[in-house]
């Protein structure tokens, strides 16, 4: 072991980690922190009412330590926490891969880094560089570009060059690919059977254009790749993290875990034990959030991560190394030049919105006749989307047409009071992702069997279009409910 200090240990080990907390408001035990050398911390919508109350929690945050890195898990598609409780005023990843307008994607990116930077956010984890090749993914869907490599890789590295512009760090993540997979990691662990060959054609395709873009940080995915690891997780894996991402592919940057809470992770190695062999494996900084925000869990993580180079299971040196990477990762952060807000920017978000919508109408008119009936069919949303976001169609085109009516079903009870009440109105059925969800299908059928004039509104992956009149918006986003609704109200 090398002969740093007790105090030095510590403070490296507080450097790496980049813990959540709960409150409106840095708690006591985070200003302690702070003072000890914690390199970062994110916030998650739990943390945000509104961007006043951010730009002092950030305040206060730097009033403890100036460099401190400040993330915030910001796709600003459905997975949203700025704007959590009201819904991105920006289409997703999805829609604007399906715009397919780099520029168009450089410049919300920008408008978006402008956005986090002004509220006192340096570091966001995004963009998603995964590949959506599964359809049937839980976790990613319209959280990506695509379902084809060589366009994911141009809106990625669009997307990295317009947010770092505005003085943010991007972040491209899940390495070395989370698309091709049925799995969700925030559950279990997936597993991509794909071959080294099949990999470097598609899931590597955007991580390598990002890196060529100048991305400041890449996040690690919690899943199996056997054609590079046959035992080990990617986050934990040196040949995954050191021998492919540094070595092979020459990133340089921060690499950054994925929650380390996450069960893929913390029900086989537990927290602890799976910080210290992220680090060892090549990871310069720990995210550790969701239910385990909170002072006796960033103890646990410093206290096991001062033991393990102690015992020698984690060597000095790469613990100075990942320390020295966060710490160059917040001296760029500080010495990035800020533009301020474009107060014209929630216009560019509603117009790409409109950009990314697809009509399949062989037989149908704008706009509605009357009022309409919305039914909308929540499906189980993915544990990376807060779930207070609002999605839907109900709210904004009860707005534009005033005397909307409508109802949310979580399954396929109560449709047919639903469609008994849609009778005389024109009806609108809103639907995430049906081909994931058999009753989801089984209730759209049923609806056209009774409706077949009902409107079909596609706010995930769109599939084959289904009725007379089928809209797909490519995100759920609260720009996405918006362009529809000016689009059926005729506006």
Not at 119 to 144: E, K, L, W
């Amino acid at each position: 072991m090398d002969a740093s200090t007790g105090d030095d240990l510590v403070s490296m080990a507080n450097a790496v980690l980049q813990p959540g907390f709960v409150g409106k408001e840095p708690p006591p035990w985070v200003r302690r922190r702070l003072a000890e050398g914690l390199g970062g911390v994110v916030l998650f919508a739990r943390n945000v009412v509104d961007r006043d109350q951010v730009a002092e929690l950030t305040a206060a945050l730097r009033a403890e330590r100036p460099d401190v890195i400040v993330a915030i898990d910001e796709e600003a598609g459905d997975v949203t926490r700025i704007d959590a409780h009201n819904g991105s005023p920006w289409p997703g990843s999805l829609a604007l891969g399906a715009i397919d307008d780099v520029a168009l994607t450089r410049e919300v990116a920008c408008h978006i880094g402008r956005d986090l930077a002004s509220v006192g956010i340096t570091f966001d984890y995004a963009p998603d560089a995964d590949v959506n090749s599964d359809p049937n993914n839980p976790v990613i869907g319209s959280r990506a570009f695509g379902a084809e490599p060589e366009r994911v890789a141009r809106h990625t590295a669009a997307w990295i060059t317009g947010l770092q512009e505005a003085g943010v760090a991007a972040c491209a993540k899940h390495f070395p690919g989370h698309g091709n997979t049925s799995v969700d990691s925030h559950l279990d662990v997936p597993i991509i059977k794909a071959g080294r060959a099949e990999l470097d054609a598609t899931e590597l395709v955007p991580f390598r254009a990002a890196i060529d873009a100048g991305v400041r940080a890449v996040m690690s995915a919690h899943l199996r790749v056997p054609a590079l690891d046959p035992e080990l997780p990617a986050t934990l894996s040196r040949r995954i993290m050191t021998e492919l991402l540094r070595d092979e592919l020459g990133f340089q940057g921060l690499i950054v875990t994925d929650g380390i809470e996450m069960r893929a992770i913390s029900d086989r190695f537990g927290l602890a034990h799976a910080t210290v062999l992220a680090l060892a494996a090549g990871a310069d900084a720990i995210c550790v959030g969701g239910d385990h925000a909170d002072e006796d869990t960033a103890n646990l993580l410093r206290d096991a991560v001062v033991a393990a180079v102690r015992s020698g299971e984690l060597p000095e040196s790469r613990l100075a190394d990942a320390a020295a990477r966060v710490a160059r990762l917040a001296a760029w952060s500080a010495a990035a030049s800020h533009v301020p807000v474009d107060p014209k920017a929630a216009a560019l978000g509603l117009s790409a919105a409109r950009r990314a919508l697809r009509i399949t109408a062989p037989d149908a008119t704008f706009p509605l006749t009357g009022p309409a009936y919305v039914i909308e069919f929540q499906p189980e949303l993915n544990f990376a989307i807060a779930p207070e976001t609002p999605w839907g169609l109900i709210a904004p085109l009860a707005e534009l047409v005033p005397d909307t009516l409508g109802i949310r079903l979580s399954s396929g009870e109560g449709l047919s009071d639903a469609l008994e009440s849609s009778l005389g109105r024109p009806l609108v059925l809103v639907v995430r992702d049906p081909h994931r969800y058999a009753w989801i299908t089984d209730a759209l059928r049923a609806s056209l069997a009774v409706r077949p004039d009902a409107i079909v509104v596609e706010m995930g992956v769109p599939a084959a279009p289904r009725g007379d009149l089928h809209i797909a918006t490519f995100g759920a986003t609260a720009a996405s409910g918006r362009a529809v609704a000016e689009l059926l109200a005729g506006r």
